[in-house]
């Protein structure tokens, strides 16, 4: 079975619940730009596909195409075999198209397996400049990070908490130097 992220596989077990396996509306917890991004991931590997709304029997849209007409999105058989769901001919949307015989299967080796997907800084940026500054022997102090990239204090401080230790697992430690003050400290790479 494929492996599907929580939010995937939460909009193909209700689209299969679904006679007509519309796959809206998306959870309440997902908006904007993520919403757009799972969609995609979930078009690209053939889970859901696009097709005309009946706006007029009251069809959710996705999105509109700009000449009046809608999008909205259905789980396709390869979108409910993700999550086990044995495919149903009676249940086949009408409109709904099969990719064809021929079309690759959609690549899974390069799903992480067993957990999120490690992110990486990149360079040239703030953030790289400011793992390379805590790196160093001598670490640094708030005030020397601050004055190094421009940043507040308090931008410092979220940096270290939220993107270093949440997003990027590091871990940041801190010791008190008499005259120096308390300066903070990564693991050599």
Sequence with gaps: MTKLSDTQAIILSAAAQRE??????????????????????????GFLEEVDANMH?????WRETGDGHGVTLVATDAGLAAIGKPEDANS?????NEPPSDAPAPD???????????????????????IAMLRAPEGATIDEI????????HTV??????ALKKKLG?????EKIEGRGRVYKLPAA
């Design 108 to 130: 899974t080796a390069t799903e992480p397996q067993g957990g999120p997907k490690a992110r990486t800084p990149r360079e040239g940026t703030k953030q790289a400049a400011l």
């Design 57 to 61: 029997n009251g069809e959710p849209v």
């Design 146 to 153: 601050a004055t190094a990239l421009q940043w507040a204090g």
């Design 20 to 45: 007509d396996r519309i796959a809206l509306p998306l959870p309440e917890s997902l908006r904007g730009g993520a919403a757009a991004k799972v969609v995609g991931a979930m078009l690209a590997k």
């Design 170 to 174: 590091l871990e940041v430690t801190s």
């Design 92 to 96: 086949a949307p009408t409109g709904a």
């Design 157 to 162: 401080r979220g940096a270290m908490a939220g």
